[in-house]
């Protein structure tokens, strides 16, 4: 005798192998993101998610995409909450910081390389809202329109680096601590501004 089989509505399973992949990511990184785990997960036939998604790269990229989108919902959120454009960059790299060292499944699985993408856009995305965040800087004046992409270069290496190394099992790792934190961001802040004189 068979396993029955949970019957879904249109649109509701996809939500449900997301909400599956979710979890998975967040306890296994992207270790368990095939289609026929997932399938198992929510207990219906592999032959049922390749009617949501066109292959189990697509679906592994729509689970990626939703660890961004969370991500970008939590920098909107601390962004809000700040005043002035300097505290709002630094909220924006604090939040990516934290959400790589508190959520280190999902981190993971927003950067995975997919050979396929999601079947749409990011949104929120993540990269806006941090690129938005440079462009605050120009908007402010503290840097030039032809600084901003090479500032977001710097900018992102900077937080997306140490995040890694901090979130690693290297001995030698940085610390992790709000301390730590708010020194580098500090640095950043001061790369950026004091770079100014390198286009001088």
């Not at 099992?169 to 730590?180: F, G, I, M, Q, Y």
């Amino acid at each position: 005798m068979g396993t029955m089989k949970t019957k879904y509505h249109h649109g509701d399973l996809e939500e449900a192998l997301l909400a599956a992949g979710i979890r998975e990511a967040r306890s296994t990184g992207t270790r368990n993101l095939g289609v026929n785990s997932l399938a198992k997960e929510v207990n219906v036939s592999a032959m049922a998610v390749y009617r949501h998604f066109s292959s189990g790269e697509v679906l592994r990229a729509s689970i990626s995409q939703q660890a961004r989108e969370e991500l970008a919902r939590r920098m909107i959120k601390a962004i809000a909450a700040e005043k002035d454009v300097k505290n709002r960059f630094r909220a924006t790299g604090r939040t990516y910081i934290q959400f790589a060292l508190k959520e280190p499944g999902l981190f993971a699985v927003a950067f995975v390389a997919c050979d396929e993408g999601p079947k749409r856009e990011d949104n929120p995305s993540a990269w806006m809202v941090f690129q938005d965040s440079i462009l605050d800087l120009c908007n402010a004046g503290l840097i030039e329109p032809a600084e901003v992409e090479d500032v977001a270069a710097f900018a992102w290496a900077a937080v997306h680096g140490y995040a890694i190394l901090a979130g690693g099992s290297d001995p030698k790792r940085p610390k992790s601590n709000e301390k730590t934190i708010s020194q580098l961001l500090d640095r950043v802040w001061a790369g950026i501004i004091n770079g100014r004189e390198l286009n001088k």
